[in-house]
């Protein structure tokens, strides 16, 4: 199988993909469906085209099961088309593409509904663009059983969307989604990113990675919970799952954001670049809290603030044991009421109260020489500080009234 990476020029990953299908020859030896049971395989290099202005049976609007990619490859273009499925799955033990243009309307029927892209040693890709839309799933699973498995979906475009009750970006696989320029992912409960179920027999595999970005203005992450790392803590595994959130993106997690949830697995939340990469613009975080799981030395939890806006603002307390990063030349303020333990490092920029104790008073603060630590007026604090870099207690800005603020040190 051929390495997939997660590409960082989404506008010119696209435009390859979308021109070097369309200039495909298309293969007439897939048969269409001929009934609500009928089973779709498109492989043996197959490389077609459905495009409803150019006319298509009408057995493509019902059938119960598509697979593009099974044993050898296939490819699949679907356009502009509203059709219905139980089940599907893109590269098994191959590679499967799959791109939905157009506004295509993709609907799953059945109450096991699920979608697998790259499973049994497979590699499997899905486009939705152009205002297309996948509903009706009860499980997307991306990078799905085995050590190779690799799986990639991007949701790309204004209204462009996908929905799924549960969402598994890299499941004893490597799995990618990439939401952005205004693309929704919408999970009814959770989404889980780097996750490994302890199962028995071919299937037991812990080691997996899993990496989700969400890019751009209207960009958005719907789901109850999110999970970064991990199946349980009961459990321990090599799994990593990365969360990243940029450029006026959107991530709404109605019960909590969950960084590191196995013994052994690492979790990151990035806002902004993602870590060790330029930073970014922030997206925005909607969540009651964010907790940082890190058990013992064999886990790692982390949030970093890659970010240039000056603007950022975290209401969502951060709890648990890791550690936080400031790490952009932007300006990060906390209002939440923060009480993590575990290292807190500001490297660049400023981290600035946005509260009273707003700033936990469980972390270490090491700030380096380019970084600002910013009580803002309001007093906090802390359990040790190390300053090579500047702090403020009250206002700096001209014209502001001095407020009298406390530093503690525990």
Known sequence: ??????????????????????????????????DANSTVIINNGEEAKIIASEGYDSGWNNFTSLTVGKDSNGSLLIDNLSFI????????????SLTLSNHTNWQFNAPTSNLYL????????VYVLEGSKISGLQELRIGEYYGDAKGLMVIDGENSSVSSNV??????????????????????????????????????????????????????????????????????????????????????????????LAPGATGVLNIGG??????????????PFIHLGAADASSSSIVNFNHSSTDFILASPIQGNGQVNQVGSGTTT??????????????????????????SPNSDYIVDSEGHL?????????KTLTLAGTTTLSSYEQGHEFTPTTLTIN
């Open 374 to 382: 910013d009580l803002n007026g309001y007093s906090q604090a802390l």
């Open 1 to 34: 199988m051929s390495d997939m990476k997660l590409t960082k020029h989404t506008l010119s990953t696209l435009a390859i993909a979308i021109s070097t299908i369309l200039s495909t020859p298309v293969s007439l030896a897939v048969p269409p469906p001929t």
């Open 118 to 125: 790259g499973t049994n040693e497979g590699s499997g890709t």
């Open 274 to 287: 993602a870590q060790g990469e330029a930073e970014q613009p922030a997206g925005s975080i909607n969540t």
């Open 85 to 96: 499925t139980a089940h599907a799955t893109v590269g098994n033990n191959s590679e499967g």
């Open 167 to 260: 969402t598994l970006v890299g499941d004893q696989g490597t799995g990618y989604l990439r939401i952005t320029n205004g693309g929704t992912l919408t999970t009814s409960a959770q989404i889980a990113i780097g996750y490994a179920y302890p199962g028995s027999g071919a299937s037991k595999n812990r080691n997996s990675y899993g990496e989700v970005l969400v890019d751009g203005k209207n960009s958005t992450l719907n789901a109850e919970y999110v999970y970064l790392g991990g199946f349980s803590p009961d459990f321990a595994f090599n799994t990593t799952g990365i969360l990243t959130v940029n450029n006026g993106a959107i991530i709404n997690a109605n019960s909590f954001i969950w960084v590191t």
């Open 334 to 359: 906390l209002s939440g009421s923060n009480n993590y333990a575990g290292d807190t490092y500001i490297t660049k920029g400023s981290l600035r109260a946005g509260k009273e104790n707003t700033f």
